[in-house]
């Protein structure tokens, strides 16, 4: 399996991501994600990205490209779930070139719709574990315990780029670099939107009938 998840921010791409990941044994690489680990351990990378990513703009192309093929290049099967990669046509059409280089093709691209009065109430009350990095909603998919982590017991945060301001940058962003990757992905025959106002297992339930019109579920 080779999908790419595409949608804007707080469409459910990481929550899905992780599931489906557990679900088909395939490894998830969420930009996002390898991005902060970078910043946490103070890489140059993660030096460039840090006020990028603060204020809601997208990381160079050139970065973020190098930085996903060497995680694509590392996976063992060559399979993958994409979350937040590519995010620009420059992305997509750098991606296209190193597939094709290592003669891969990708399967789809599912793209989540959802309101923006959902997404902004998804990112407000997004709580994360910083410890093993499960992913919570303070209401849609609350802890047992508020506040505390589930599986670790740690104690929940909230990432720096889920305020109102960033919030804004953020969907801006979105709109002018990466929404135009719909039409991309539509003309090359590999778009399937999905309805991402819907719960956590409707939309899995739907993915698998998506898998199994592909012929992907095994
Ligand atoms: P990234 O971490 O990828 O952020 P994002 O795209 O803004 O997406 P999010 O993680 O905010 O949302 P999501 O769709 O994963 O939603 P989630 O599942 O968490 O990127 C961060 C930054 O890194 C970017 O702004 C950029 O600066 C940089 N960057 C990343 N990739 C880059 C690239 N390719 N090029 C350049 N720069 C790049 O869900 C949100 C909340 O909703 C959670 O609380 C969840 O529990 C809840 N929820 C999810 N689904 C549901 C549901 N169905 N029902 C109810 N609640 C739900």
């Not at 489906?20 to 902060?36: C, F, M, N, Q, Y």
């Not at 094709?100 to 789809?108: E, F, G, T, V």
């Not at 599986?151 to 990432?159: E, H, I, Y």
């Not at 135009?180 to 339930?205: C, F, G, M």
């Amino acid at each position: 399996m080779k999908i790419i998840l595409l949608g804007p921010p707080g469409a459910g791409k990481g929550t899905h991501a992780k599931v489906l990941s557990e679900t088909w044994k395939v490894p998830h690489l969420a930009t996002g994600d390898i991005l902060r680990g970078h910043i946490k351990s103070g890489t140059d990378l993660g030096k460039k990205a840090k006020d990028v990513i603060e204020k809601g703009g997208l990381v160079s192309d050139d970065l973020v490209n190098a930085m996903m093929f060497e995680e694509i290049s590392r996976l063992p099967k060559k399979e993958f779930i994409l979350d937040g990669f590519p995010r620009t046509i420059g992305q997509a059409e750098a991606l296209d070139v190193f597939l094709k280089k290592n003669h891969l093709r990708l399967d789809a691209v599912l793209d989540f719709e959802t309101d923006e009065n959902i997404l902004i109430d998804r990112l407000s009350g997004r709580r994360g574990c910083p410890k093993c990095g499960a992913n919570y909603h303070i209401r849609n998919i609350p802890p047992k315990k508020p506040g505390v982590c589930d599986k670790c017991g740690a104690a929940l945060t909230q990432r720096k780029d889920d305020n109102p301001e960033t919030i804004r940058n953020r969907f801006a962003t979105y709109q002018k670099e990466t929404s135009p990757l719909i039409q991309y992905y539509t003309n090359a025959n590999l778009l399937v939107s999905v309805d991402a106002n819907l719960d956590v297992p409707s939309l899995q339930k739907r993915f698998r009938t998506i898998f199994e019109e592909l012929k992907l579920a095994v």
